[in-house]
């Protein structure tokens, strides 16, 4: 071996030596490459898992409905309409235009079993007592029902009466209710005053009247007449001497005064189970031998 031999053996050992490390350094890499890459790319188990508290919250369960309402039977009356009442009228003969105000006016339906004619006075104060507290309720548990009708006639008793019962009167059949009404809740401010008038032609013109037509109305002889004319033939027919007074089916029961709530009720009651006649009994006149 030659000298220059001897100087490259050296080298050469030292690149041999550089490959293997470079290879093994390869090899390594390679392999801790592998396996981490399928740390990272593995799946995540999905085995089910048993539902958590809240998970269960929100699981959908049946809707809850509405409690079925409680449907009330209504059963129709056994009874039948009683007969419209025979209302005494005046003798005076009216024009048409009086007849159409002195129209009968009512609430309650026309098939009821028992019409009641209420005779009433704006200045009775038993009467204003009686539809602010005891007309309320009958309404509710008799009139709504279908059970009575009530008719609604004046029986003044004094000059403010008489004047508030004409305007009452001229106003429009749809009004007459509500007007009558009004009058009796505010009693107390216009019917017991000298000055009268002008608290009850306030309340006419809140109610849709004119000037006009209220002076026309407290004018009309004629109406007048006719409300005192049906004021003594009742009086006449069915002794009426105090208001409010109430004819129930033409004379089977006739309450007299500001009875109370419990006495219409024994009354209206008695007659829808039977123990109260529903018709007035016939005069049988006693004859003579």
């Known amino acids: 071996m030659s000298s220059s031999d001897n100087k490259n053996t050296p080298k050469l050992i030292g690149v041999i030596l550089l490959i293997l490390a470079i290879a093994a350094a390869g090899y390594y890499f390679l392999a801790g490459k592998s396996d981490y ?66 129209g009968v006016r009512k609430i309650g339906s026309d098939d009821a079993p028992i019409k009641v004619v209420e005779y009433s006075s704006l200045t009775c104060g038993h009467c204003a007592s009686f539809h602010k507290n005891d007309l309320p309720v009958i309404k509710t548990d008799y009139i709504d029902t279908g059970k009575v009708q009530i008719i609604f006639k004046e029986f ?102 500001h009875q109370g709530l419990p006495l219409f009720k024994e009354t209206f009651d008695g007659i829808l189970n039977g123990t109260i006649p529903n018709v007035v009994p016939p005069v049988v006149e006693e004859t003579k031998e």
């Open 156 to 257: 003044p008793l004094n000059k403010p009466a008489i004047d508030a019962s004409k305007i009452l009167r001229c106003m429009p059949e749809e009004k007459f209710n509500a007007f009558q009404s009004l009058l009796l809740d505010e009693q107390e401010k216009w019917a017991y005053t000298p000055e009268y008038l002008e608290p009850l032609k306030q309340n006419a013109k809140l109610a849709g009247l004119s000037e006009d037509q209220i002076e026309s109305c407290l004018n009309n002889k004629e109406l007048e007449t006719r409300i005192l004319g049906d004021m003594k033939a009742a009086s006449d027919k069915f002794n009426i001497q105090s208001t409010p007074t109430f004819i129930v089916n033409d004379g089977v029961k006739v309450i007299v005064g």
């Open 37 to 102: 890459g399928a740390e990272t790319v593995a799946p995540v188990a999905t085995e089910q898992t048993e539902p958590t508290q809240s998970e269960e919250a929100v699981i959908p369960t049946e809707t809850e409905t509405e409690p079925t309402p409680v449907v009330v039977e209504t059963k129709t009356l056994n009874l039948p309409a009683a007969n419209a009442p025979e209302i005494p009228m005046g003798d005076s003969v009216s024009s048409p235009e009086v007849e159409k105000m002195m």
